[in-house]
C-alpha cells in the first residue's frame, strides 16, 4: 500500500532531480538560437 508519506518522499526526490538536472542543463547545453 502506497501511504502519503511515500508520495510525498516520491515528490521530494523528483524535485532534488530536476534540481540537478536543471543545473548541469544550464551547464552544459548549447546556447539557444532566436
Excluded at 515528490?11 to 530536476?18: E, P, Q, R, S, V
Aim: proline letters at 3%; charged letters at 30%.
Amino acid at each position: 500500500m502506497i501511504t502519503e508519506s511515500k508520495v510525498t518522499e516520491i515528490f521530494c526526490i523528483a524535485d532534488d532531480f530536476c534540481k540537478e538536472f536543471d543545473g548541469e542543463m544550464a551547464k552544459n547545453a548549447l546556447p539557444q538560437v532566436q
